[in-house]
C-alpha cells in the first residue's frame, strides 16, 4: 500500500533569468512501512523535496499525495496540524526550543493541538531513546547525540505516518551516528514506522530499503535493495 505519492513536481525559486529550479518534474511514491535512503550532492534538490514531502514549503507545480489525498489543497492552517499529527520531522540541527525541558519539546506538538498527553507512550519513547534520568534537562544541558533523541521523540510522539529525517547524523560522530540510526531504523522495523531520510552518507544509505538519487532536481536512480 502507498503512503506517499509525488507526481511532476517541480520547484522553482526566484523569477525571470535569476529563477533556479530545484526540483524538476519529479515523481515516486513510497510504500507504508517503507524505509527510503534519498542521496545527492549538496545542492541536488534532495532537501527541498523532504520539505515539500512535509509540508514545510509549496510546490511551483505537482502533487503530493499522503493516503491519497493531495495536501496542497489544504489552507496554510491546516498544512500546520497536517505538520504536528501525520508527519515527523528530523532535522540535522534539532531544532530544539531552549527553554522547554526534555519532557517538554518532546510533547510540544500534543501540547500545540490541545490534546491529552499520551503519559505510557511518553514513558516508552524516553526509555527507549535512552533519556531516562534527563527529562528535565535543558537542550543546553545536553550533548548533540542526547539532543538528536529528543527530536527523534518530538517527530515520534504524534505517532506520524510518515518520518522524514534530514542528515539525522550529520552533526554527530560516528557513535552517536550509528546510535541515532539504530533508533530510526528500530522505529521502523519494529513499529511499521515508515521512514524517510536525506542522507549524504553512504552507510546511512545502506541500512535502507531503497535508494533514490537526485541530481540536478531529478532522480537519476531508483533502486530497491531489499
Partial sequence: MDILSVEHLTKVYGSGPTATKALDDVSLTIRAGEFVAIVGSSGSGKSTLMHLM??????TSGTVRMNGEDIYQRS????AVFRRREVGLVYQFYNLIPVLDVQENITLPVRMDGRA???KRLRSLIKSLGLHGVEHHLPNQLSGGQQQRVAIGR???NSPAIVLA????GNLDTKNSAEIMGLLCASNRDLHQTLVVITHD???ALMAHRVIAIEDGRIVSDERRA
Fill in 54 to 59: 512535509g509540508g514545510v514549503d509549496r510546490p
Fill in 76 to 79: 496554510d492552517e491546516q498544512l
Fill in 117 to 119: 498527553l499520551n503519559e
Fill in 155 to 157: 517527530a515520534l510522539m
Fill in 166 to 169: 534530514d542528515e539525522p547524523t
Fill in 202 to 204: 553512504e552507510d546511512v
